[in-house]
């Protein structure tokens, strides 16, 4: 037994007296200052801490070492792994760095499926060298030198090398599995942000990049049931409309107009002269209020998704893109619902087809057809976008040549206030305050020509006989100076870091008007809804028969009339997160099972909870 037992010490000191050749120190020293260094201007490229919460710091370091370690096990070399490393997250921060200055929020793992919006938007984006981009780059130079100038090879025994590679293997798929499928990841107690970019501020790029990733994985609710979803769907009591006698299917326009925002809601500022003055006038048979919405300054179809499909970015991983990552296959939506009702869909996006998917998702959400750039007609230009003006041209021209007796939804997406606002040949109209927020002013001077060409719409419209309605609202507000926003929140709130105070800067104004007289009391106390209510509240106004998912939301919204990505509100105007437990929170539940089942559980579907119910057939026996 003895014998046998030093012969497995002299086996083991045989292996690392092999295995550990003269360079180790210096291997070592390298494997240190390196992943440092990587920190630190992934941390400058994110504007994040250097100094902060340690479990949150050890997290970004155990995905740099992974990172490392990944390359490691592919090459078998060190030194070769390192440069690929510092190669990788190097493109991965300056990529972070320019997308946060361009649309306001930071880099998430599914923007590589946006690559060609992002080449199409990015010649109207000016570059500038920040102090800490400098900063950045002069640290990864620095990484690049200590490994050109420090000579040491790899390990030579193939053998030792091997098991090296499985046992660095076999450590980062632990770690990797553990991070994805377990619940190591709240070990680590990251933030939650409402803002993306303190959420990576107070977590680390590369940790926060990893967290985002995670949210890739859809797990099933916590008590999901399909029987229990059948009782619930059971349960809902279905509004059979009764119209008027001679009521009329009014056509339906929809149009979310890029950026469009009345930033007073966030807090009070002059200008010199007003920028919706068209907007602001309009009130004979017309709703108006504020839309709360999942975004902000970037990823404009989270919000036409949560309109057109009533479903909410609450119930899917935080800043995912449904139309690159959900919307695979026939989708119910408005588009559904009205097709259902004999209307003729279709949408139009004054940009190309292919952004974020729409030319795929479009046709699986129900619409007929899709105008683009490529097929609209006499497009004119301001900046590098075309305007509303020549956009709403083409949605007369499709309202002009369709048959007599069709009945159009039209879904337009604009693009003639997209950001950045940055364009020097642009000639400003509007200047707030004292001017000294550049981006702000072409913003507001984009935002008047938007008023005007909604003056052409509703103009034309109003002289149509046909009854006609159009909803109009913004997908998230712009992306201008941060320092605009912080000023006109500390003008209200204490901490501008708050739930309330950040709430504000993810609103945006919604209007329905009509070219018919509509009961405009019966909506005076609506003034605060979120997306995923929108289309509901549309179809009422219309006087359009609504699915049962659809008679569920309306019934939620009486209770919870906000619900978004980042938390909802109650009908006494407290704010809560969703992790709380409230009296509200057995509401939400049902609201996800539904939705769930609406998305994922296609075995399962409950088709009848989001298709139009039939009507009995009127009685038409006559007395004999």
Not at 95 to 107: D, E, K, M, S, V
Not at 244 to 269: C, D, H, R, W, Y
Request: net charge negative; proline share 4%.
């Amino acid at each position: 037994m003895l014998e046998k037992a030093k012969k497995l010490v002299s086996k083991i000191i045989h292996f690392f007296t092999h295995a550990v050749d003269k360079d180790i120190y210096l291997k070592a020293v390298i494997l240190i200052i390196v992943p440092i260094l990587i920190y630190i201007y992934c941390q400058l490229f994110c504007d994040g801490k250097f100094i902060f919460e340690k479990k949150r710091m050890y997290l970004n370091f155990f995905f740099i070492y992974t990172i490392i370690g990944f390359f490691y096990v592919i090459t078998g070399k060190i030194k070769l792994s390192l440069y690929i490393s510092l190669a990788t997250t190097f493109v991965i921060g300056i990529i972070n760095h320019f997308i946060t200055a361009f649309r306001g929020t930071p880099l998430v793992p599914w923007d590589i499926f946006s690559i060609n919006v992002a080449l199409n938007v990015l010649p109207t984006f000016t570059f500038s060298i920040s102090f800490k981009l400098l900063l950045g780059i002069i640290a990864f130079g620095l990484a690049i030198y200590v490994l050109r100038t420090s000579h040491f090879s790899s390990f030579k025994n193939s053998k030792f090398k091997i098991t090296y590679r499985i046992v660095v293997l076999l450590g980062i798929s632990l770690f990797i599995y553990s991070f994805y499928f377990t619940n190591l990841i709240d070990k680590f107690e990251l933030d939650e942000n409402w803002d993306p970019k303190e959420e990576y501020h107070n977590n680390g790029l590369i940790a926060s990049l990893f967290k985002q990733s995670r949210n890739l994985i859809i797990n099933v609710p916590e008590g999901y049931d399909l029987n229990s979803v059948k009782k619930l769907a059971s349960s809902i009591d279905i509004n059979i409309l009764e119209k008027p006698e001679g009521f009329e299917n009014p056509n339906i326009i929809a149009i979310m107009n890029e950026s469009f925002a009345e930033l007073q809601t966030v807090g009070k500022f002059n200008t010199n002269k007003e920028y919706l003055p068209f907007f602001n006038s309009l009130s004979e048979n017309t709703v108006k209020g504020n839309l709360h919405v999942s975004i902000f300054g970037a990823t404009t179809p989270n919000s036409e998704w949560e309109f057109l499909t009533s479903n909410t970015m609450a119930f899917v991983p935080k800043r995912t893109v449904p139309y690159q990552q959900y919307v695979l296959r026939r989708s119910y939506s408005l588009a559904t619902i009205l097709k259902e009702h004999g209307y003729n869909t279709n949408a139009i996006h004054s940009y190309y087809p292919q952004g974020y998917n729409r030319n795929l998702a479009y046709p699986r959400l129900g619409f007929n057809s899709f105008y683009s750039i490529l097929n609209l007609r006499d497009l004119e230009y301001i900046r590098e976008y075309p305007s509303d003006l020549s956009t709403y041209q083409n949605i007369i021209d499709l309202y002009k040549t369709k048959n007599d007796d069709e009945k159009l939804f039209n879904f337009t997406l604009t693009m003639q206030n997209h950001g950045s606002y940055t364009d020097e040949n642009f000639q400003n109209t509007i200047i707030a305050g004292k001017g000294i927020y550049p981006k702000l002013n072409q913003y507001l001077s984009l935002i008047k020509l938007a008023d005007e060409a909604l003056e052409y719409l509703i103009t034309y419209f109003s002289e149509q006989e046909e009854p006609t309605i159009i909803l109009i609202f913004g997908d998230h507000q712009p992306y201008v100076e941060d320092e605009f926003y912080n000023e006109l929140l500390s003008k209200s709130f204490a901490d501008i870091t708050s739930k309330e105070a950040i709430e504000k800067k993810y609103i945006t104004p919604f209007m329905i008007w009509a070219n018919f007289d509509i009961n405009k009391e019966k909506y005076n106390n609506i003034t605060d809804l979120s997306a995923n209510y929108l289309s509901s509240l549309l179809l009422d106004i219309a006087q359009i028969q609504k699915t049962p998912y659809l008679e569920f939301l309306d019934n939620l919204r009486t209770e919870i009339p906000i619900i978004t990505g980042n938390g909802y509100m109650d009908k006494n105007g407290l704010y809560h997160d969703f992790y709380e437990e409230t009296p509200y929170s057995k509401l939400l539940e049902n609201y996800n099972y539904l939705q769930f089942n609406n998305m994922f559980d296609n075995t399962n579907k409950i088709t009848s909870l989001f298709e139009v119910p039939k009507l009995p057939e009127p009685d038409t026996d006559e007395e004999i």
